[in-house]
């Protein structure tokens, strides 16, 4: 934060964050992978901020070997990078990458290392004879209403306010921000399975 604002509002920044309940959660809950993730991806931001080249490839390819779904998060944020203007270069590479190992790593490598539980998540979305993801992309493409109200839940809708009350809808309020939100929501609310969207 401090590569970014005055040291005084960067220590706020730095204690808001500790500080917010969801971190806690996932601290608590079954400390993994994910929760393993932010750490590298605070180096990512600072790579990026400092311009330091060698510990961002560095943070990205310790990112993609994490977890499969982490890759997404990484290419919206190079998205966003690119699109805004901020940071170009390294917006493409970032978005690139990201999509390339999403794909690489979902519909080669996973395939190949045996069956996998992941489209379970989304059963709720499949319809009756069509399971796993050709069922699910064909409800939300077919089907979007029915699978609009798979999110108008009330889990679903604390979950959402237990994330963006306590950063006062931020990402809602900027419009630009609303990006960083897609991977989340296909990743946990966009599930219909219960343990994706509790704090």
Known sequence: AATQLPRAIALLVALAYLAY???????????HWLP???????WLYYALASDR??????????????????APGVAVIGALLLFSGVKPRAGAWL???????????????MPLAGPWWFAEMYKGLSPAGT???????????????YALTTLL????LEYTLHLLVPIAF??????????????GVVFTILTTWDAAFSI
């Open 53 to 70: 080249r060698w510990l961002a490839i560095a943070s990205v390819l310790v990112l993609f070997l994490l977890r499969e779904d982490v």
């Open 170 to 183: 931020l990402p809602l309020r900027r419009g630009w921000l609303l990006p960083l939100l897609l991977p």
């Open 21 to 31: 309940t969801p971190l806690h959660g996932a601290q608590f809950y079954d400390f």
């Open 131 to 145: 399971p796993g993801w050709a069922g699910i992309a064909t409800t939300l493409v077919g089907n979007p209403l």
């Open 153 to 156: 839940t009330a889990r679903k």
């Open 36 to 42: 393993l993730a932010i750490f590298f991806h605070f």
């Open 95 to 109: 978005m690139l990458s990201g999509v390339l190992w999403t794909l690489v790593n979902k519909f080669v490598l």
